[in-house]
C-alpha cells in the first residue's frame, strides 16, 4: 500500500501536520482490555448500579419502568437497522425510510397532527425546537412554560433562549395545575405557550381551556405528552394545539440512565416548512412504484446551512424505530389497556397511601401515572429509610420546588403488581 | 412494499399486559381521548417478518462498504451491545441516588478523563447528544464567556470556512451570532489573507474543521491560532474528523478552546438509521465553570453530580446525556487503549491508497496527501460524457457499494467526498477502486448504464422533486392517494451524505 501512495512509511502521511503540534508521546490510557477483559470489567461497573430489577422503583419524573417487548430489541439488534448512516442515498435506504414514515405516521396518529419529523434528541430539546418554530412562525420573541412543565424542560428552554433571542416567562401553578386565565394573561404577545399533560406533578391540566387560552392571546399553544398516555388522553390535535411535543421513552425505549432516547415533534400541517429534522416522504420511482425519500430538505443545514430551521442533522432514529414497534406491539387496544392498567394501579397506589396516613399534595386532581405524596418528614429521609427497606418510593419534589420538602414524586408503571404497592405503603408508613 | 397499516387487520394485536382486577378510575369527559389512535393491528408474526423486510431494504456498514465521507462508517464492534444491556446500565434510573449509581458516575467520569487525554483539554461536559448539538453548546459557552467579561456586546461574529459542515453555519444562527465567511486557499487552507482581514474585536470565535471536510490538514493552523488569539476570540474545534489524528496531534496543543466529539463516528456508536449520536464536549480551564450542569466529578474514592456551578449555561439536554452512547465509546477506547494511534493511523493509510488508486481517472482539485477522507471531483465526466457526479452515486449501488458523500463540500464541483474508515480490508478498498475505475470506462462507452442506474436495489431512482412539492409524510389510511406513474424521475444534485 505504502508502494502505490508513494511513500516509505505511514509517518510520511503525517508530515502535512506542522511539527510544532503533533503529540510526540503516546496516548497516557490505560492498556488495551481484551473483549472478555472489556466485558468483565463493565460488568463490575454495572454491578454497581442499582437497576429497577434490584429495587423497587416508583421513580419516574420523566423517565418510566414501562415493559420493552422482546420484538423491540429483536427488530433493534438487526445490523441493518443498526448500523446505517442516515438516509440520504434512498435507494440504499428504503427500509429505514419507510420505517420513519410509519414512525411519523404513528406519532400522528398518537397527537393528532398532521406531520411529524423523524425526532429529536430528547423530551427536553424538542421544547426548544418548538420555541424556535414559533418565534419565526408569530414573530414574537416571548415564550410562556407552565410551571408545571418538567423543569429539566424548563431549564434547557432557558439555556437555548439568549441565543434564541427569546424571553422566557413562566405561570406558576395553583394547586397542581395551572388556571387557564391566567396563562392567557401570560401569553399576550407570546409566540407559544408550552404546558405539560399529565403535568410533571402527574396531574391532568385543563388541556382543552389551556390551549384555548394560548389562542386567544395569538400565541401557538403547545402540548408536552406522554405517548403511552395517549390511548386514554385526548389528542393534543382534538383540541387545537398547533405543536405536539414529548419525550418517547415511555414507549419502546429502556431507562439506560437518561439515554438516548427520542423526542418526538409533531405539528399542523400549516409548519411543515418550519419542521426542524429529517421528514421521510413518499413518491414513486422511475417505474411509479411507491418508494420514500427525505424530503423537504431544504429546510435543513446540509442545504441552506445558516438559514436552515435548524442545525440538527444527527438524530434518534433507532430509538424512534424501537417506539414505532413497541406502539405497532401494542395495537390501539394493547395502548388503551396500558394507559388503564397505569390509572388503576396508580390509583390504587393513592388510595392505599391515604387511608396509611399519608397526605396527597394535590388530593382533588385527577391524575394519570404519577402523583404527589407527602411523606410526613423529609423526602429525603422517607427515600433513605425506604431504600434500606428495598424499595425507592419516588422523586424528592423539593430538589425544584419550594414547599414541597416533604413531598415525593410516585410512578407507578404497569410492571408493578399490587403487591409491590402495597411494599411500597409498608416502608413509607413504616 | 405495504405498509405496516396496510397490514392491519382490525382485533389482531402482538401485545399481552399485565391482568388485574382493580376498578379503572374515571378521566374527566373533555380530557378522555375521543377516537382511538389508529396504530397497525397486527400479530407479532406479521410485525416481526414486516420488520425483518424493512431490514432487508436497508444497507448498513454490516451489509457493506459505507465510505461515506465525514461520517466515519466504521465497523461497530458486538461486544459494545452486550454490555450496554447490561441491566445495571439498560434498566437504570437517572434519578437513582449517587450511592446507588457509582458504576454509571465512575463510567462517566473515566469517559471524560480519556476524552480530555485524547483532545489535550481539561474539562469535559458528555451531555450534548449530537455534534451539532455539542456546536451550538460551544458556542452558547463562548456567549457566556464573553459576557461574563462584559465583551458580549462587542463580539458579535463567528468566522467560519467555506469548507465547513452546514451544521456549523446553522449552530451560529441558532446561538443569535452572526457568520463571517472565510475562502479556503489553491492548497486547501484556509485562506490567511482573507482570514486577517476578518477577524478583529468584533470576533467571538472561529469554527474550523481540521482535518478540513476536503481531508487536509490545516497546514496554517498555527498562524489561524495565532490571529485568533492576539484578537482575543476564541476557537472551536468541530471533531467531525477527529478519526484522523487521535494519538498523533492534539487540538488543544494546537490552540483550540472548545472541542466537541462525534462519539457515533470516531468512537464507534452504531449510527442507527440517523442516530443516536453522542456530541461531548472538551474546553480549556477558563471556559470549564460554564459547562453544563451537572458536571460529574470525583470526590475521593465516590463519584457525584455537581449541580453548583453558578455560571454555568444551564442544561442543553435532559439528564447527564446519552449515557448508552458512553458506554459504548468507553468500551470501544478501552479496547484500543494508547493504540487508538494505530486506528487513525490506519485510517489514514486506507484513504491514501484509496486515493492513489483513484486520483488519475477522477479529478483531484487539491492534489496532496490526505488524511482520514479525501474529495474527487466528477467533472471530467460530466464534460465529456454527460455523466454526473449523481449518476456515479447510483452506479456503485449497482456493484455493492454504499456511495460517497457527493456534492460535498460545495466549493468543489460535482464533489465525491470518500472516507474508507480504517475497518476495511485491502482487497475490499481494491474491489470499490475497480468500481470507480470501471464507472469511468462505462462513462464513455454506455454513459446510459449510468444514468438509469441502480439496475439492482429495491426501487429505481426515485422523484424527489415530486417530494418536495406534494409532500405525503404521514399515512392517512382511506383517504391515502395511491401513488401513480409519474414522468421522469426529479433527483435533487445537492449534498447526499456527511
Same mark, same amino acid.
Given at each position: 500500500?505504502?508502494?502505490?501512495?508513494?511513500?516509505?512509511?505511514?509517518?510520511?502521511?503525517?508530515?502535512?501536520?506542522?511539527?510544532?503540534?503533533?503529540?510526540?508521546?503516546?496516548?497516557?490510557?490505560?492498556?488495551?482490555?481484551?473483549?472478555?477483559?472489556?466485558?468483565?470489567?463493565?460488568?463490575?461497573?454495572?454491578?454497581?448500579?442499582?437497576?429497577?430489577?434490584?429495587?423497587?422503583?416508583?421513580?419516574?419524573?420523566?423517565?418510566?419502568?414501562?415493559?420493552?417487548?422482546?420484538?423491540?430489541?429483536?427488530?433493534?439488534?438487526?445490523?441493518?437497522?443498526?448500523?446505517?448512516?442516515?438516509?440520504?442515498?434512498?435507494?440504499?435506504?428504503?427500509?429505514?425510510?419507510?420505517?420513519?414514515?410509519?414512525?411519523?405516521?404513528?406519532?400522528?396518529?398518537?397527537?393528532?397532527?398532521?406531520?411529524? *419529523?423523524?425526532?429529536?434528541? @430528547?423530551?427536553?430539546?424538542?421544547?426548544?425546537?418548538?420555541?424556535?418554530?414559533?418565534?419565526?412562525?408569530?414573530?414574537?420573541?416571548?415564550?410562556?412554560?407552565?410551571?408545571?412543565?418538567?423543569?429539566?424542560?424548563?431549564?434547557?428552554?432557558?439555556?437555548?433562549?439568549?441565543?434564541?433571542?427569546?424571553?422566557?416567562?413562566?405561570?406558576?401553578?395553583? *394547586?397542581?395545575?395551572?388556571?387557564?386565565?391566567?396563562?392567557?394573561?401570560?401569553?399576550? @404577545?407570546?409566540?407559544?405557550?408550552?404546558?405539560?399533560?399529565?403535568?410533571?406533578?402527574?396531574?391532568?391540566?385543563?388541556?382543552?381551556?389551556?390551549?384555548?387560552?394560548?389562542?386567544?392571546?395569538?400565541?401557538?399553544?403547545?402540548?408536552?405528552?406522554?405517548?403511552?398516555?395517549?390511548?386514554?388522553?385526548?389528542?393534543?390535535?382534538?383540541?387545537?394545539?398547533?405543536?405536539?411535543?414529548?419525550?418517547?421513552?415511555?414507549?419502546?425505549?429502556?431507562?439506560?440512565?437518561?439515554?438516548?432516547?427520542?423526542?418526538?415533534?409533531?405539528?399542523?400541517?400549516?409548519?411543515?416548512?418550519?419542521?426542524?429534522?429529517?421528514?421521510?416522504?413518499?413518491?414513486?420511482?422511475?417505474?411509479?412504484?411507491?418508494?420514500?425519500?427525505?424530503?423537504?430538505?431544504?429546510?435543513?443545514?446540509?442545504?441552506?446551512?445558516?438559514?436552515?430551521?435548524?442545525?440538527?442533522?444527527?438524530?434518534?432514529?433507532?430509538?424512534?424505530?424501537?417506539?414505532?414497534?413497541?406502539?405497532?406491539?401494542?395495537?390501539?387496544?394493547?395502548?388503551?389497556?396500558?394507559?388503564?392498567?397505569?390509572?388503576?394501579?396508580?390509583?390504587?397506589?393513592?388510595?392505599?397511601?391515604?387511608?396509611?396516613?399519608?397526605?396527597?399534595?394535590?388530593?382533588?386532581?385527577?391524575?394519570?401515572?404519577?402523583?404527589?405524596?407527602?411523606?410526613?418528614?423529609?423526602?429525603?429521609?422517607?427515600?433513605?429509610?425506604?431504600?434500606?427497606?428495598?424499595?425507592?418510593?419516588?422523586?424528592?419534589?423539593?430538589?425544584?420546588?419550594?414547599?414541597?420538602?416533604?413531598?415525593?414524586?410516585?410512578?407507578?408503571?404497569?410492571?408493578?403488581?399490587?403487591?409491590?404497592?402495597?411494599?411500597?405503603?409498608?416502608?413509607?408508613?413504616? | 412494499?405495504?405498509?405496516?397499516?396496510?397490514?392491519?387487520?382490525?382485533? =389482531?394485536?402482538?401485545?399481552?399486559?399485565?391482568?388485574?382486577?382493580?376498578?379503572?378510575?374515571?378521566?374527566?369527559?373533555?380530557?378522555?381521548?375521543?377516537?382511538?389512535?389508529?396504530?397497525?393491528?397486527?400479530?407479532?408474526?406479521?410485525?416481526?417478518?414486516?420488520?425483518?423486510?424493512?431490514?432487508?431494504?436497508?444497507?448498513?456498514?454490516?451489509?457493506?462498504?459505507?465510505?461515506?465521507?465525514?461520517?466515519?462508517?466504521?465497523?461497530?464492534?458486538? &461486544?459494545?451491545?452486550?454490555?450496554?444491556?447490561?441491566?445495571?446500565?439498560?434498566?437504570?434510573?437517572?434519578?437513582?441516588?449517587?450511592?446507588?449509581?457509582?458504576?454509571?458516575?465512575?463510567?462517566?467520569?473515566?469517559?471524560?478523563?480519556?476524552?480530555?487525554?485524547?483532545?489535550?483539554?481539561?474539562?469535559?461536559?458528555?451531555?450534548?447528544?449530537?455534534?451539532?448539538?455539542?456546536?451550538?453548546?460551544?458556542?452558547?459557552?463562548? =456567549?457566556?464567556?464573553?459576557?461574563?467579561?462584559?465583551?458580549?456586546?462587542?463580539?458579535?461574529?463567528? &468566522?467560519?470556512?467555506?469548507?465547513?459542515?452546514?451544521?456549523?453555519?446553522?449552530?451560529?444562527?441558532?446561538?443569535?451570532?452572526?457568520?463571517?465567511?472565510?475562502?479556503?486557499?489553491?492548497?486547501?487552507? &484556509?485562506?490567511?489573507?482573507?482570514?486577517?482581514?476578518?477577524?478583529?474585536?468584533?470576533?467571538?470565535?472561529?469554527?474550523?474543521?481540521?482535518?478540513?471536510t476536503l481531508g487536509l490538514f490545516d497546514e496554517g493552523i498555527e498562524e489561524i491560532t495565532r490571529i485568533f488569539h492576539e484578537a482575543g476570540a476564541l476557537m472551536y474545534y468541530d471533531g467531525a474528523n477527529l478519526n484522523a489524528i487521535c494519538g498523533i496531534s492534539r487540538p488543544g496543543d494546537f490552540g483550540f478552546d472548545i472541542v466537541h466529539f462525534n462519539l457515533h463516528k470516531t468512537f464507534s456508536q452504531p449510527h442507527g438509521g440517523g442516530g443516536p449520536g453522542g456530541?461531548?464536549?472538551? &474546553?480549556?480551564?477558563?471556559?470549564?465553570?460554564?459547562?453544563?450542569?451537572?458536571?460529574?466529578?470525583?470526590?475521593?474514592?465516590?463519584?457525584?453530580?455537581?449541580?453548583?456551578?453558578?455560571?454555568?449555561?444551564?442544561?442543553?439536554?435532559? $439528564?447527564?446525556?446519552? !449515557?448508552?452512547?458512553?458506554?459504548?465509546?468507553?468500551?470501544?477506547?478501552?479496547? !484500543?487503549?494508547?493504540?487508538?494511534?494505530?486506528?487513525?493511523?490506519?485510517?489514514?493509510?486506507?484513504?491514501?491508497?484509496?486515493?492513489?488508486?483513484?486520483?488519475?481517472?477522477?479529478?483531484?482539485? !487539491?492534489?496532496?496527501?490526505?488524511?482520514?477522507? $479525501?474529495?474527487?471531483?466528477?467533472?471530467?465526466?460530466?464534460?465529456?460524457?454527460?455523466?454526473?457526479?449523481?449518476?456515479?452515486?447510483?452506479?456503485?449501488?449497482?456493484?455493492?457499494?454504499?456511495?460517497?458523500?457527493?456534492?460535498?463540500?460545495?466549493?468543489?464541483?460535482?464533489?465525491?467526498?470518500?472516507?474508507?474508515?480504517?475497518?476495511?480490508?485491502?482487497?475490499?478498498?481494491?474491489?470499490?477502486?475497480?468500481?470507480?475505475?470501471?464507472?469511468?470506462?462505462?462513462?464513455?462507452?454506455?454513459?446510459?448504464?449510468?444514468?438509469?442506474?441502480?439496475?439492482? =436495489?429495491?426501487?429505481?431512482?426515485?422523484?424527489?422533486?415530486?417530494?418536495?412539492?406534494?409532500?405525503?409524510?404521514?399515512? =392517512?389510511?382511506?383517504?391515502?392517494?395511491?401513488?401513480?406513474?409519474?414522468?421522469?424521475?426529479?433527483?435533487?444534485?445537492?449534498?447526499?451524505?456527511?
Amino acid at each position: 500500500m505504502l508502494e502505490t501512495i508513494g511513500i516509505d512509511s505511514v509517518d510520511e502521511l503525517f508530515e502535512q501536520i506542522p511539527a510544532g503540534v503533533r503529540l510526540g508521546r503516546s496516548l497516557d490510557l490505560e492498556p488495551a482490555l481484551s473483549e472478555s477483559e472489556l466485558v468483565a470489567h463493565l460488568t463490575e461497573l454495572a454491578s454497581r448500579n442499582l437497576d429497577t430489577g434490584r429495587e423497587l422503583s416508583f421513580l419516574g419524573a420523566g423517565i418510566y419502568d414501562h415493559y420493552v417487548p422482546a420484538v423491540v430489541d429483536a427488530v433493534l439488534a438487526r445490523g441493518e437497522f443498526l448500523t446505517a448512516y442516515t438516509p440520504y442515498q434512498p435507494e440504499m435506504s428504503q427500509g429505514v425510510l419507510q420505517a420513519i414514515f410509519e414512525y411519523q405516521t404513528a406519532i400522528c396518529e398518537l397527537t393528532g397532527m398532521d406531520v411529524s *419529523n423523524a425526532s429529536g434528541y @430528547d423530551g427536553t430539546t424538542v421544547a426548544a425546537d418548538a420555541c424556535y418554530v414559533a418565534k419565526h412562525a408569530t414573530g414574537r420573541s416571548k415564550v410562556v412554560l407552565a410551571e408545571t412543565v418538567n423543569p429539566q424542560v424548563r431549564q434547557v428552554v432557558k439555556t437555548y433562549a439568549p441565543g434564541f433571542g427569546l424571553d422566557v416567562v413562566e405561570v406558576p401553578h395553583r *394547586n397542581g395545575t395551572i388556571d387557564p386565565d391566567e396563562l392567557q394573561a401570560a401569553a399576550s @404577545d407570546a409566540a407559544c405557550v408550552i404546558f405539560q399533560q399529565p403535568n410533571f406533578f402527574g396531574c391532568l391540566e385543563p388541556a382543552p381551556d389551556l390551549a384555548a387560552a394560548a389562542g386567544d392571546a395569538g400565541a401557538l399553544a403547545v402540548a408536552h405528552v406522554d405517548p403511552v398516555s395517549l390511548g386514554v388522553l385526548e389528542a393534543p390535535g382534538a383540541y387545537g394545539c398547533a405543536l405536539a411535543i414529548g419525550e418517547g421513552q415511555s414507549a419502546g425505549n429502556y431507562q439506560s440512565y437518561g439515554g438516548p432516547h427520542y423526542g418526538f415533534f409533531a405539528a399542523r400541517s400549516e409548519f411543515i416548512r418550519r419542521m426542524p429534522g429529517r421528514i421521510s416522504g413518499e413518491t414513486v420511482d422511475s417505474n411509479g412504484e411507491r418508494g420514500f425519500v427525505l424530503t423537504l430538505q431544504t429546510r435543513e443545514q446540509h442545504i441552506r446551512r445558516e438559514k436552515a430551521t435548524s442545525n440538527i442533522t444527527t438524530n434518534q432514529t433507532l430509538l424512534a424505530l424501537a417506539g414505532l414497534v413497541h406502539l405497532s406491539w401494542l395495537g390501539p387496544q394493547g395502548l388503551r389497556e396500558l394507559g388503564e392498567t397505569c390509572l388503576a394501579l396508580s390509583h390504587y397506589a393513592k388510595e392505599r397511601l391515604s387511608e396509611a396516613g399519608l397526605e396527597l399534595v394535590f388530593p382533588d386532581k385527577a391524575t394519570f401515572k404519577e402523583f404527589a405524596v407527602r411523606a410526613g418528614r423529609p423526602a429525603k429521609d422517607a427515600i433513605r429509610s425506604a431504600r434500606s427497606n428495598g424499595v425507592h418510593p419516588g422523586y424528592a419534589l423539593g430538589r425544584d420546588h419550594a414547599g414541597l420538602d416533604d413531598a415525593l414524586l410516585v410512578a407507578v408503571s404497569e410492571r408493578r403488581t399490587t403487591e409491590e404497592i402495597d411494599r411500597l405503603v409498608e416502608v413509607l408508613t413504616a | 412494499m405495504k405498509l405496516v397499516y396496510e397490514k392491519s387487520k382490525p382485533g =389482531r394485536r402482538a401485545s399481552s399486559l399485565p391482568k388485574h382486577d382493580l376498578p379503572t378510575p374515571e378521566i374527566p369527559d373533555e380530557l378522555r381521548r375521543s377516537s382511538p389512535p389508529r396504530l397497525p393491528e397486527i400479530s407479532e408474526p406479521e410485525l416481526v417478518r414486516h420488520f425483518t423486510a424493512l431490514a432487508d431494504r436497508t444497507f448498513g456498514v454490516d451489509t457493506g462498504f459505507y465510505p461515506l465521507g465525514s461520517c466515519t462508517m466504521k465497523h461497530n464492534p458486538r &461486544v459494545n451491545e452486550r454490555v450496554v444491556s447490561l441491566p445495571g446500565f439498560r434498566d437504570l434510573h437517572p434519578l437513582q441516588e449517587e450511592d446507588a449509581s457509582q458504576g454509571a458516575l465512575e463510567l462517566m467520569w473515566r469517559l471524560q478523563e480519556i476524552l480530555a487525554e485524547i483532545v489535550g483539554l481539561p474539562a469535559v461536559s458528555l451531555q450534548p447528544a449530537a455534534g451539532s448539538q455539542g456546536e451550538l453548546t460551544g458556542l452558547l459557552l463562548m =456567549r457566556a464567556y464573553f459576557s461574563d467579561r462584559g465583551e458580549g456586546e462587542q463580539r458579535r461574529e463567528i &468566522v467560519i470556512p467555506d469548507t465547513a459542515h452546514g451544521t456549523n453555519p446553522a449552530s451560529v444562527t441558532m446561538a443569535g451570532y452572526e457568520l463571517v465567511g472565510v475562502k479556503t486557499d489553491p492548497r486547501g487552507n &484556509v485562506d490567511l489573507d482573507d482570514l486577517r482581514g476578518k477577524v478583529g474585536p468584533q470576533t467571538a470565535g472561529l469554527m474550523l474543521t481540521n482535518p478540513s471536510t476536503l481531508g487536509l490538514f490545516d497546514e496554517g493552523i498555527e498562524e489561524i491560532t495565532r490571529i485568533f488569539h492576539e484578537a482575543g476570540a476564541l476557537m472551536y474545534y468541530d471533531g467531525a474528523n477527529l478519526n484522523a489524528i487521535c494519538g498523533i496531534s492534539r487540538p488543544g496543543d494546537f490552540g483550540f478552546d472548545i472541542v466537541h466529539f462525534n462519539l457515533h463516528k470516531t468512537f464507534s456508536q452504531p449510527h442507527g438509521g440517523g442516530g443516536p449520536g453522542g456530541g461531548p464536549i472538551a &474546553v480549556r480551564e477558563r471556559l470549564e465553570p460554564f459547562l453544563p450542569v451537572p458536571a460529574v466529578v470525583r470526590d475521593g474514592e465516590a463519584f457525584r453530580l455537581d449541580y453548583e456551578r453558578p455560571k454555568s449555561i444551564g442544561k442543553v439536554r435532559g $439528564f447527564c446525556g446519552p !449515557f448508552g452512547v458512553f458506554v459504548r465509546s468507553y468500551a470501544y477506547i478501552r479496547s !484500543f487503549g494508547p493504540a487508538l494511534k494505530e486506528m487513525s493511523e490506519v485510517a489514514v493509510l486506507n484513504a491514501n491508497y484509496m486515493l492513489a488508486l483513484l486520483k488519475d481517472a477522477y479529478e483531484l482539485p !487539491f492534489d496532496r496527501l490526505c488524511m482520514h477522507e $479525501f474529495v474527487l471531483s466528477g467533472r471530467r465526466l460530466k464534460r465529456e460524457h454527460g455523466v454526473t457526479t449523481l449518476d456515479v452515486a447510483k452506479r456503485l449501488m449497482d456493484y455493492g457499494f454504499h456511495p460517497p458523500t457527493i456534492y460535498f463540500p460545495l466549493i468543489v464541483p460535482e464533489a465525491l467526498m470518500i472516507e474508507p474508515t480504517e475497518t476495511e480490508a485491502k482487497e475490499t478498498l481494491d474491489a470499490f477502486a475497480e468500481a470507480m475505475l470501471a464507472i469511468v470506462r462505462e462513462a464513455a462507452e454506455a454513459p446510459e448504464l449510468l444514468k438509469e442506474a441502480p439496475h439492482a =436495489r429495491p426501487v429505481k431512482r426515485l422523484d424527489e422533486v415530486r417530494a418536495a412539492k406534494n409532500p405525503i409524510v404521514r399515512y =392517512r389510511f382511506e383517504e391515502h392517494e395511491q401513488p401513480h406513474a409519474a414522468g421522469e424521475p426529479r433527483q435533487l444534485e445537492a449534498q447526499k451524505g456527511a
